[in-house]
């Protein structure tokens, strides 16, 4: 379980330069519900009225989990209170994929979720968010998941808390599944040739270009 669930002053640090860029980065893995309480707009309406309770219950966790309209950031939030309250989910589910990749210049992070939703932080700090899924997008993201299930089957979830970003020369590939962190990692060289992550790894490399390539045609548009 996410041990920073319940900080009470969580400090939104990160590789960025910028704060506002460091909070972002950090709400990608929605494992920690203060930084969401912090910032979320007022009052709060359904679910993160139930997600930023003190306490909610098990039977309104579950409503979220179960909901399909809900996006998959606010139900990750549920399954880590539910985990945090002793309780394993049925059923295990690939929710979210995040590549960070350590480059000279800065940490290239990609964010995929099973909504169709994703986000990409350039290593200067620039970033890509997709809310608005197309056919082209559905089918990357698609791809990339039915790679990375693969992965995640044959390796187990991380119990500590989730680790400072990668160094440079350093790939982590993290798998958010309704019962916890999956992840691997690696210098970027090796699990780009690695029999294991390279079909992820190339699925993500699309993905990445595809939403930048979106969001330049949107700039000259503009």
């Known amino acids: 379980m996410p041990a920073n669930f319940f900080e009470s002053t969580p400090q939104p640090s990160g590789p960025y330069p910028d704060d506002s860029i460091n909070l972002v980065y950090q709400m990608l893995f929605a494992d920690n519900a203060e930084l969401y309480r912090n910032h979320a707009t007022q009052p709060l309406g359904y ?20 909901d399909n309209a809900v996006e998959t950031r606010a139900k990750l939030l549920a399954y880590n209170w539910l985990l945090t309250n002793g309780h394993r989910p049925e059923k295990k589910q ?53 790679k990375s299930v693969a992965i995640v089957s044959q390796i187990g979830p991380w119990d500590d ?39 992820a790894l190339t699925s993500a490399t699309a993905l990445m270009q595809y939403l930048t390539q ?3 045609a949107k700039g000259k548009d503009s």
């Open 214 to 216: 979106m969001a330049a």
């Open 47 to 66: 679910p993160f009225d139930i997600l930023l309770s003190n306490s909610p219950s098990n039977a309104d966790l579950q409503r979220i989990v179960d």
């Open 161 to 199: 808390a989730r680790r400072p970003h990668p160094a440079k020369g350093t790939l982590r590939l993290s798998f958010l599944v309704s019962d916890g962190l999956y992840f691997g990692e690696g210098p970027v060289n090796v699990l780009f040739n690695d029999a294991m992550a390279q079909p």
């Open 94 to 146: 690939l929710l979210a994929v995040i590549v960070e990749v350590g480059l000279d210049g800065g940490l290239d992070t990609l964010a995929a979720y099973s909504d169709g939703t994703a986000r990409y932080i350039n290593y200067t700090g620039s970033m890509v968010v997709w809310e608005s899924p197309n056919e082209t997008s559905n089918q990357l993201i698609a791809d990339l998941f039915s």
